[in-house]
């Protein structure tokens, strides 16, 4: 069963909107958690990642916010672009495991 | 810097055939992956390993064998192909540290017919 669950599997908002992405787990023992994008034809690439440590984490457009208590991670991006267009991928990990395991995706797009 | 490549980009295989998937990379990184992409599913991993010589199976490794004979190469293999092996598949690495970015190549698209 997946590790992580993540929603929605797809969104679509205007440009300069904000896009929202959850993610849920169940492993108190993941301490790193990695949002991935990847673009049609290509591989994931990082986008941002967080450790639990900290509640929120910012890039630019992209912030991830993370509740421990509740087990949940979050990826907001600001003011939505065309070029934002994408599959975002959230995943967890053990550090010293190295492996991480991934959500579902979610394929955003982003109108003009 | 080539980063992660991989042979081939895309192959039709019928029921039966085998074949393997070739995965370089150039960053001098211990680990690799094997990953499975399909729709709804997310990313799952087939097989993974942690240095040179090294194997190990991940969430998803029936129907393929891995080798990693070279620290720059990792090799997936499937023995006698089966339709539900139609995927996308990616080879990842990374350095292993604790800020542990893994590098993906551009995929590899498999059809079994």
């Known amino acids: 069963q997946q590790q992580v669950k993540q929603s929605p599997q797809s969104l679509i908002v205007q440009k300069g909107g904000i896009s929202i992405i959850n993610c849920a787990y169940e492993?108190?023992?993941?301490?790193?958690f990695p949002w991935y994008q990847q673009f049609p034809g290509k591989g994931p690439a990082l986008l941002i990642a967080i450790r639990p440590d900290v509640s929120e984490k910012k890039e630019g457009r992209f912030t991830i916010s993370f509740n421990k208590s509740a087990k949940q991670f979050s990826l907001h991006i600001m003011d939505s672009q065309p070029g934002d267009s994408a599959t975002y991928f959230c995943a967890a990990s053990i550090s010293w495991r190295h492996k991480l395991s991934f959500g579902a995706g979610t394929t955003v797009t982003v109108r003009a | 810097n080539a980063g992660v490549t991989q042979t081939p980009k895309f192959r039709v295989l019928k029921t039966g055939q085998s074949m393997t998937l070739l995965c370089a990379q150039d960053m001098n990184h211990e680990y690799m992956y094997w990953y499975r992409q399909d729709p709804g599913m997310g990313l799952r991993l087939i097989h993974y390993?942690?240095?040179?010589?090294?194997?190990a199976k991940g969430e998803v490794p029936d129907g393929y064998n891995v080798s990693r004979l070279k620290k720059q190469n990792f090799l997936l293999g499937l023995e006698s192909a089966a339709p539900s092996q139609t995927s996308v598949y990616f080879c990842?690495?990374?350095?292993?540290?604790?800020?542990?970015?893994?590098?993906f190549g551009p995929g590899t698209r498999l059809t079994v017919l």
């Open positions: 492993n108190t023992a993941f301490d790193y």
């Open positions: 390993s942690v240095g040179e010589g090294t194997t």
């Open positions: 990842a690495s990374s350095a292993g540290t604790t800020e542990d970015t893994q590098y």
